[in-house]
């Protein structure tokens, strides 16, 4: 009997290159003034639409053809960079994220269309809302607490070139986790709508 292999899973939306490259240098000239633990590789960027957790190798060919049917009735997107946020304590977040803007309803009836179609996969939805975003750092490692105004005096990456930080959206991707690696994220499929 051969033993399962458990591959770690969800779907999102890809983060263009050249967004992704803005974030880079972006990233760069803000971890000196906000101390977190961990900074997210910009190769790892992306918009979650659902995580799946550890999963049967053996299923992703079920979940790709999920996601085909989904791409036949999805449209694109136009999406854009916004606000920086916090998730956790909000002396000592625990997630820095960016958040995107656009069309944000279409982004959540996406999210929503891939959670339903997977429910039947065995994959439940998530039962907080749904909050699209792009997570930069994690951990607050700060030594007095967060001050959350701070936030406000940051400038959102190359803010004065705006039409950088917007793009338009037709994909969705299944990826994997590899937790020990940098990036951490390789696209194990594609899709296009």
């Given at each position: 009997?051969?033993?399962?292999?458990?591959?770690?899973?969800?779907?999102?939306?890809?983060?263009?290159?050249?967004?992704?490259h803005?974030?880079?240098?972006?990233?760069?000239?803000?971890?000196?003034?906000?101390?977190?633990?961990?900074?997210?590789?910009?190769?790892?960027?992306?918009?979650?639409?659902?995580?799946?957790?550890?999963?049967?190798?053996?299923?992703?060919?079920?979940?790709?053809?999920?996601?085909?049917?989904?791409?036949?009735?999805?449209?694109?997107?136009?999406?854009?960079?916004?606000?920086?946020?916090?998730?956790?304590?909000?002396?000592?977040?625990?997630?820095?994220?960016?958040g995107?803007?656009?069309?944000?309803e279409?982004?959540?009836?996406?999210?929503?269309?891939?959670?339903?179609?997977?429910?039947?996969?065995?994959?439940?939805?998530?039962?907080?809302?749904?909050?699209?975003h792009?997570?930069?750092?994690?951990?607050?490692?700060?030594?007095?607490?967060?001050?959350?105004?701070?936030?406000?005096?940051?400038?959102?990456?190359?803010?004065?070139?705006?039409?950088?930080?917007?793009?338009?959206s037709?994909?969705?991707?299944?990826?994997?986790?590899?937790?020990?690696?940098?990036?951490?994220?390789?696209?194990?499929?594609?899709?296009?709508?």
């Amino acid at each position: 009997m051969n033993p399962v292999i458990l591959v770690r899973l969800f779907v999102a939306v890809p983060i263009p290159p050249e967004i992704k490259h803005v974030f880079a240098s972006w990233i760069d000239q803000i971890k000196p003034h906000l101390s977190f633990r961990k900074w997210v590789h910009p190769e790892d960027l992306h918009i979650t639409l659902q995580f799946l957790g550890d999963t049967p190798s053996g299923s992703v060919s079920h979940i790709n053809q999920v996601l085909n049917d989904i791409l036949t009735i999805s449209n694109p997107l136009s999406l854009r960079v916004d606000s920086l946020g916090i998730f956790g304590r909000s002396t000592q977040p625990s997630v820095l994220w960016v958040g995107v803007g656009g069309d944000v309803e279409g982004l959540h009836n996406l999210q929503r269309r891939v959670a339903d179609a997977l429910t039947p996969l065995g994959f439940s939805p998530e039962e907080r809302n749904y909050h699209p975003h792009l997570t930069i750092a994690r951990n607050y490692i700060g030594k007095t607490p967060f001050d959350r105004n701070m936030l406000s005096t940051i400038t959102k990456p190359n803010s004065s070139l705006q039409d950088l930080l917007s793009w338009k959206s037709n994909e969705i991707m299944l990826y994997r986790s590899h937790l020990n690696k940098r990036p951490m994220y390789e696209a194990i499929s594609i899709g296009s709508f």
